[in-house]
Each structure stands twice: as C-alpha cells, then as structure tokens.
C-alpha cells in the first residue's frame, strides 16, 4: 500500500505574517489544485502524513510545535515552508524567535520564498513524498525511519548554551 | 424554477477549458515583473558591499579577499532593494526560481 | 437521596490554537455549560515576533520591508501608515500619480481580503464549493497585483518619497476588462450566498451587538458599520480619497448576516473606486528626492480592509526611528467578539470568531 499516493496534510502557522499561509491555502483552490493528487487538508494530527509548517518559533509556540510533531504516527515528514520557517527570515535580529522550525523539529524539505509561491509549495511536497516512501520502507525492514539520529537541542530563555535532552 | 441558473453554470463548466493551471506537468510562465531570485554579473561586480549594507535581512555576503559575492536564498526576500542601490548595475532580479535548494544553498560568484 | 436535577455541568473547552477552521494561532478557553457559552478567555502571544524593536537595527528607509511584513493580508496597508507618517515628519509633498496609485492598489488589497474571506466564512459553515469558488476569483486580482508589483501577496511598491514601481497604460487597460468580467462572477456567488435559505438560518439573529454597545467597547471597520455606526476613515481624506466619490456602507441589524452584507457591498464599492481612479489617473512623476533624516513625531490613521488601523512614528534626526507603534484594528475588535460568544452554541463559535476577520499577526506583530 502506497501512502505516497494520497497523503494527507497538516497545516499549522507558527508566528509566521500569514503570507505562506494563505499560499499554502491558495495550493487546495481550484487553479492549483492539490486535491486531484489525492491530498486532503486535515486538521487531526492524528491522521495526517505531511507537516506543513510556515513562520519561526518563538518562546511561547515552542511546545505546541512539539506536541503537534510527537502526536503525528510515523512515517511522517515536515516541510518548512518560507523563508521565515527556514531560519528565521527577516526577523531573525527579533527578541522573541529562537530562529527557524528546525531549532524544535527535524525538517526534511525547505521551500524557501517571501511569499512562497504555490508552485514551490508543490514542488516541496513532491519531494517530500519521495522521501515518504523511502522511510517507509526502512520501517517495513525494521530500521529507524529516520536515516540519523536527530539530538533534540532546547535553547532555554536567557542562556547561551544549548542543552541536549 | 430553482435549479434553472445551476443548469446554466453546469453547460457552461462542461464546454470551456478546465479552471486548473497543468503543474507540474506543464511550464508555468511568470510575468514580466515578477521577483524570483537575484542574478549578479560578477565581471562587472567591484565587490563594494554596498548591496550588504542595504538588505534587510543580510543575505548578501561580500568577500574582497577571496573576491567572492554570495547570496542565502533561505534569507532573500526578493524586495530588489539590492538591485537598486548596486552603482555599477550589475545585480539583476530574474522571474524565475532556481529551484527547491539543498540543505547548505548559499549561490557562490568567483571573480577572476 | 435525592439527586439535585438542576445542577447543569459546568466545563471547559480549550479552542486553538491549532483547529482546522482558523487559519491562525489563536487560543481561547471556552467555559461551557450545557453546549452554551458563558464566557470566553483569549489568550494570545504565539505570533509575537517583536518586530517594533527592530527599528534600532535597521534604518527608516529599509524598515519599510520590515513593517510590510507585519501581516500578509493587510501588508500594503501597513506599508503605506508607515511611510505617510515618515513622509509627514519630514514635509514631503508627493506627486498626485503615487497617491491615486497608492490608492488603486489599496483597493486591489481590499478586494482581494473580502474574496478570502467571504471563501473562509463559507468554508466554516461547511459551504466548501463556494469557498473554492470564491477563492478562483480572487485569483484574478492576485493576476492584476501580480503583472503590476511583482507579487503575489507582498508587493514592495512604497517608499519613503513615493512608489518604487509604475504602471503602463496597457496594463490599466487590463485592470479595467478584468474588473468587468470580475463583476458578473462575483455578483452570481454573492447572490448564491446570501439568499440561501440554510445561511440565512444560521446567522440572522445570531450574534447581536447593539450600536451602543460596539461603540462602548471600542470597535472598528466592518464590525462597528454593520451595527449601524457610520464611521469610515477613508473620508479623512487621505491620499487621493478626498477626490472620489463614495459613501461609508452601513447597515443596521447587528448580527453576523449584517456583517456579511456590508463586506460583500464594499466589495463591489471597491472595484468602483478603482474604476474612478484610473479615470482620474494624472500623469507626472512616482517620486520625489529624499534627503536628511526625519525629526519629529506623527500618527496617521487608515482605513484597513479589517477596520481602523494607527501607525505612530517618532524620530530622533539620526537614521534610526525611536520608536514605531502600530494599533492594529483585530486588536479593538477583540472585546466585542468575547461579548457576542456569550450565549451562542459551541457549534457556532467557530463562524462567529470568523465574522470579525480576525488577522492575529496583526495584532500581535
């Protein structure tokens, strides 16, 4: 059974200005048409495949981009869409974002742009699903999904060094 | 009777072409203006810096020893403020994409 | 023993900020008894970026990108209060071309906010065709935004002096056959919308705030018109408003199904305003030369898509701002939601939370 042939798709903002968001919304409308691939927007983490996330991560969305990530079943991939999920983008210099999505979660595609295009949005997602398969079947002989080992590096408020958990 | 104008919308949808744009099978054109990416012709480039000076979110780095111009295209916000302030014209802002980037994505121009 | 029948369960309900109808992070706790609402708790902060701070690091000319970016939807709104406040601390008199092109594509902006909503309102009922339907259409105008800025959403046309763009006269030939085609799309689905009968029976009558009671807790734009106030920032008169002719649109019942129609005339009030502007579209230059620094302090009102909005620059002389504030309308329409959930069902909280068009990186920057 080929998950890769209808996955469906989690959608979450986290501090990001909307642009990408309506994008990635503007990806499902009828002239671009992701639900002919099979693709449905979801909003249970529970039974989705793909993660869509777009903006930074600030102090206060930190555990809620975590949680999202840990309820999602494997084999599962994040696709940080934007350039502000990708490392922060123009607000980088801001008091309150630790950076992009990767300082929280492990991402395996970017799709950079401000706005990102829908073009790209499908683009990034046709990767993704490649790499979708691929861990699946490293499921199905055993292995770990995931190719190396991700260390889960916190940055707490206040202090310099990152501490490993 | 109610369903006379859906009867209308419903001939209309089956005898004109589909509202869905053929990507990513078919080549989609941009307009003329569009902001893609950053091009620079580093045979004209006299690595000023001043194009690292103006961005506002510091994607250009600007290397006069190693004559190198680079540019992080996680950081571009395609705003041609760059294109603007460049004094010999060599920067240019294309309309189209380079593409989904890998990990390390940093576009490297060596001047001879 | 006798089992005390009248003691109804009281229980709370955490909504957001991750639910598949809210496009935004927005979290509130809903404290319920019995499916109806007895109070709701906002709770807001996760899109808190800070970005005000960011004039001591980036100067006022290239702080214009930055302030753009404090919301995809409303972001020419935000582009434009900021530089008109810059250009009224230092005395420039732009060109009358860059203030009818400011003014046409603020239109656009407004146009194209009122499409998606009226999509997302109806995709929050369940209607789905007519939220794809709607948001086909608005594709259209992102076609016009798109072939004269250069983006999609983000325009990056204003500057402190002007506009950094101009516009062809073939392509304000494009602009207008667009809008007419626009207009007899749009008025089909609009029909559609508001006379269903199923539409009709979920939002008449639900919802209610009182003209008195929406001017007490402060709110703005199409919330406060819809319960009869008429109060519009566009006749201030600023940039080339003083020279069109238009009226604010009112109406007076109050409830969530007033709301939609006031959106929905402004929508076709803004494709007139355009078609005024290009008739009226002067020749000339976009900019004039900027030197110096700014030195002073100013707060400029506009009129958003979502209401009110207040931009307040203060300057020192140097090359860095002191410091920038900007009220944005969410903001003031956030106590008048709280007060129309009282009482409605748990059901219906979603489409209420969505007829104030909530834009929460707006409100949060």
């Given at each position: 059974m080929k998950i890769s042939k209808s996955p469906w798709i989690l959608h979450y903002d986290g501090s990001s200005c909307n642009g990408c968001d309506i994008e990635v919304l503007a990806s499902?409308?009828?002239?671009?048409?992701?639900?002919?691939?099979?693709?449905i927007n979801t909003g249970d983490p529970k039974h989705a495949d793909v993660f869509l996330i777009t903006g930074g991560v600030n102090y206060q969305n930190r555990d809620v981009v975590q949680q999202l990530y840990a309820q999602m079943p494997d084999p599962k991939v994040v696709v940080a869409v934007g350039i502000c999920a990708c490392d922060?983008?123009?607000?980088?210099?801001?008091?309150n974002i630790l950076g992009g999505v990767d300082k929280v979660i492990p991402v395996d595609v970017y799709v950079p742009g401000c706005a990102a295009r829908p073009e790209s949005i499908i683009d990034g997602v046709v990767k993704a699903l490649a790499i979708l398969d691929k861990k699946r079947e490293r499921m199905e002989q055993g292995l770990a999904p995931d190719e190396q080992a991700w260390t889960n590096t916190i940055v707490r408020p206040g202090s310099q060094e990152k501490q490993e958990d | 009777m109610a369903f006379l104008p859906y009867v209308g919308m419903a001939l209309k949808n089956l005898f004109s072409k589909p509202a869905t744009e053929s990507f990513p099978a078919g080549e989609r054109e941009y307009t003329d203006?569009?902001?893609g990416h950053i091009e620079n012709d580093i045979e004209k480039c006299i690595l000023c810096g001043n194009c690292q000076r103006n961005c506002p979110s510091g994607a250009i780095k600007v290397s006069k020893a190693d004559f190198t111009w680079e540019i992080h295209p996680f950081s571009c916000?395609?705003?041609?403020k760059c294109v603007e302030v460049c004094p010999v014209k060599c920067l240019s802002m294309v309309n189209s994409f380079t593409g989904i980037p890998s990990r390390s994505p940093a576009r490297r121009r060596q001047r001879s | 023993m006798a089992v005390n029948n009248n003691a109804k369960k009281i229980s709370v309900v955490p909504f957001g900020p991750?639910?598949?109808?809210?496009?935004e992070p927005i979290h509130l706790d809903l404290v319920l008894k019995d499916e109806k609402v007895v109070y709701a708790l906002p709770s807001i902060g996760f899109v808190h970026r800070g970005l005000e701070k960011l004039v001591e690091k980036r100067d006022y000319e290239q702080f214009v990108l930055i302030a753009e970016r404090t919301c995809g939807i409303c972001s020419f709104g935000h582009g434009m209060g900021y530089v008109e406040a810059i250009e009224k601390i230092m005395n420039l008199d732009i060109p009358p071309r860059a203030k009818f092109l400011r003014t046409m594509w603020a239109e656009l902006a407004r146009m194209h906010n009122h499409l998606m909503w009226l999509g997302l309102q109806a995709d929050a009922f369940g209607f789905e065709s007519l939220f794809m339907e709607c948001w086909r259409l608005r594709e259209k105008v992102l076609d016009m935004l798109e072939l004269t800025t250069g983006g999609r959403v983000i325009f990056s046309v204003n500057k402190v002096g002007g506009l950094r763009k101009d516009v062809t006269p073939e392509m304000l030939e494009q602009i207008l056959h667009t809008i007419d085609d626009l207009e007899k799309e749009c008025r089909v689905v609009t029909d559609t919308f508001l006379g269903d009968p199923d539409v009709l029976s979920r939002m008449k009558g639900v919802g209610v705030l009182t003209p008195g009671r929406a001017e007490e807790l402060g709110c703005c734009g199409p919330f406060l018109r819809a319960s009869g106030v008429k109060r519009d920032c566009r006749m201030l008169g600023y940039e080339a408003y003083g020279e069109l002719k238009f009226e604010p649109i009112v109406s007076y019942d109050g409830d969530c199904y007033a709301r939609c129609v006031v959106r929905i005339e402004e929508l076709y009030q803004s494709m007139d305003l355009v078609r005024q502007c290009i008739a009226k579209m002067p020749g000339g230059d976009i900019d004039v030369k900027v030197k110096g620094n700014p030195n002073g302090e100013y707060m400029v009102r506009i009129e958003q898509p979502r209401g009110e909005a207040l931009y307040y620059v203060k300057a020192n002389g140097t090359r860095f701002l002191t410091r920038y504030r900007n009220r944005t309308p969410t903001y003031a329409n956030i106590p008048g939601l709280i007060e129309t959930i009282k009482g409605a069902e748990l059901a219906d909280v979603a489409m209420m939370i969505l007829t104030i068009d909530p834009c929460i990186s707006c409100t949060e920057r």
């Open positions: 499902t409308t009828p002239r671009y048409d992701l639900e002919r691939f099979g693709i922060g983008g123009v607000f980088k210099d801001c008091y | 203006r569009y902001r916000v395609q705003c041609s | 991750q639910h598949p109808v809210l496009p």
